[in-house]
């Protein structure tokens, strides 16, 4: 089976409701962040991501609006990949059992790599 669509029907069962659901929005809000230089600390940073359980499509809701991002899921996991035209990759990944969930930020800023990872849960609603 095809592991988006695996963890499509993961989200749904989860979620008796709404079974008749084709999109599901996750609201992300993450409230921890730790840099490349090994810096932890508090931040307020949220993303949201609509997955369309039958298209197996996926998009991530930023200032700019709407973009399309890839979905990957096998079990009780469903990550998110964003690929950005500077060649950076940024990834979130969701624990659906605990909505648990981890921003990774593999970014170049004026040729200077900048990676960072954020730590917080994700509000699913189908």
């Given at each position: ?40 600390g508090q931040t307020d940073f949220n993303l949201q991501f609509k997955y369309d359980t039958s298209t197996s499509k996926a998009f991530i809701i930023g200032n700019a609006g709407l973009s399309e ?58």
């Amino acid at each position: 089976m095809n592991g988006r669509l695996t963890a499509g029907l993961l989200l749904i069962a989860a979620h008796p409701v709404g079974a008749m659901a084709k999109v599901i929005d996750f609201e992300c809000h993450f409230v921890r962040t730790c840099s490349e230089a090994n810096e932890c600390g508090q931040t307020d940073f949220n993303l949201q991501f609509k997955y369309d359980t039958s298209t197996s499509k996926a998009f991530i809701i930023g200032n700019a609006g709407l973009s399309e991002v890839e979905a990957y899921g096998e079990g009780p996991g469903l990550s998110f990949l964003e690929r950005l035209s500077s060649g950076a990759i940024q990834s979130t990944t969701i624990n659906l059992a605990d909505q648990r969930a981890v921003h990774s930020r593999h970014t170049i800023i004026a040729e200077q790599a900048a990676y960072s990872q954020f730590y917080g849960r994700c509000k699913i609603h189908v």
